[in-house]
Structure formats: C-alpha cells, structure tokens
C-alpha cells in the first residue's frame, strides 16, 4: 500500500503544529527521526495487565524499519495529542509479518486514553520512527554478554533488544562457539504489574533459566513486600 499524500502531509502537519500536552514532542525535539511516516492498522488488542494494553499494528509502508530501542511518534486521527511509545517486539517480526508491537499504560496522556477507551481492531494511525538509543545488531559484542534492568512498562525498548538478542543466538546456534547470555531484572511494585508475564509464575522470584531461551536469566525483585498482592 503506498502512502497517500495527504495523510503524509497531515501527519507532518500534527507533528509540527501539536501543542497540546505535548512532553513526547518537547523531550524528543531533538532526537532523530525518519522520514518514512506509515499508516499502521490495528489488527489485535490485548489487555496484558489491568493498566496496559499491547496493540499489534500492520504497517502499510514498505520503507517503514526500526532497530531494537527505538520508539515511534504515535499519530491519531482527530487528536491533536501526538505519543511517544516505544516499540516492544524485535525488527525481525516487522521484516516477516510487517507488524510491531505495542504496550501502552493507561492514563490521562490524549493518546493512551484513546488507546484504552476508544480503540477498536480495524482503526487506523500514523507512525513516525525515532530515536537513537539502540541494540546494534552489526556488533557481536552488544549481545555477547547483556544486562538489562528495567521496571515497570519502561520494559518495552529493552524487549524488544532482548527478543532481538535471543533471535540472534538462535539463528546462529551451537556453531559459533561462546554465544554469551544475558540477564534481565525487571522490577515492579507489585506482580501484577510485572507486564509480558511470558517468562514468569508466581512463584518464581528467584534468578532462574528460562525455557523459551537458555541463554536468558530472569529475576523478578519486587518492591511489594507480598509478591500475591
């Protein structure tokens, strides 16, 4: 699908001339950004803790890429708003399926509460990719040996590294010799704010092998005393 030329100029528009509640685009003015903007419809919501939902987006633009740690400028048909939100699945899902992943935290922020009261499957946004902290996939020696620490939903850029990472060592298998391995601590105030729960139990707070990745460690410290709380 080839990007039409009015929703290219709107989108240029809106990110120009938005100005209200705009912290994304005052911390970001900065930063890069491509020049590639895409429409991305909504094809899956789910609802991955009682105050995220992940959104799986089907990028129209060919041209439309990302490296792991990046984060898209998140454009809305009739809100003047524009998010920031970073992208939690790996580039690779985008070069196989043309889709990407999003988790959005619900507040009073314009887009994450559209996101969460508004939002159908079948709705259609713009996306912008910026930023420049990123997993270089070009350089062995950013996956040989990680360590990750995040808290809360600031998982989402270092999920998609990890996903990357992992990809990476399973393609290249046993052949390559010492492949590494990585660490994630990921912390939360209470468990059920641990989001992407596709590594966890409740029982398993302790620094432990995961089974989707065997050169994954996860640790789950909690800053709520009762982990069932």
């Given at each position: 699908m080839i990007l039409r030329k009015e929703v290219f100029q709107r989108a240029i528009r809106i990110i120009r001339m938005s100005t209200k509640a705009t912290e994304h685009m005052e911390k970001t003015s900065n930063s890069w950004?491509?020049?590639?903007?895409?429409?991305?419809?909504?094809?899956?919501?789910?609802?991955?803790?009682?105050?995220?939902?992940?959104?799986?987006?089907?990028?129209?633009?060919?041209?439309f890429s990302f490296l792991?740690?990046?984060?898209?400028?998140?454009?809305?048909?009739n809100v003047d708003?524009?998010?920031?939100?970073?992208?939690c699945s790996s580039p690779r899902y985008l070069h196989e399926f043309r889709m990407l992943d999003l988790a959005i935290k619900n507040s009073s922020h314009p887009p994450a509460?559209?996101?969460?009261?508004?939002?159908?499957?079948?709705?259609?946004?713009?996306?912008?990719?910026?930023g420049q902290?990123?997993?270089?996939?070009?350089?062995?020696?950013?996956?040989?040996?990680?360590?990750?620490?995040?808290?809360g939903i600031g998982i989402n850029p270092l999920l998609s590294m990890i996903l990357s990472i992992e990809e990476t060592r399973k393609s290249k298998g046993n052949t390559?010799?010492?492949?590494?391995?990585s660490v994630l601590l990921y912390s939360a105030s209470k468990t059920n704010e641990l989001i992407f729960k596709v590594w966890t139990i409740l029982d398993s707070f302790n620094f432990r092998l995961s089974t989707n990745w065997p050169r994954l460690f996860v640790y789950f410290p909690l800053q709520q005393p009762n982990p069932y709380v």
């Open positions: 950004r491509s020049k590639v903007v895409s429409e991305a419809k909504v094809v899956e919501i789910q609802n991955i803790s009682s105050k995220v939902k992940t959104l799986r987006l089907q990028i129209a633009s060919k041209e792991s740690g990046q984060w898209v400028d998140f454009i809305i048909p708003t524009v998010g920031g939100y970073s992208i509460e559209w996101v969460h009261s508004k939002c159908q499957v079948g709705d259609t946004v713009l996306l912008k990719v910026g902290c990123i997993w270089n996939p070009e350089n062995p020696s950013q996956w040989k040996h990680t360590l990750f620490i995040a808290g390559s010799g010492d492949i590494g391995s």
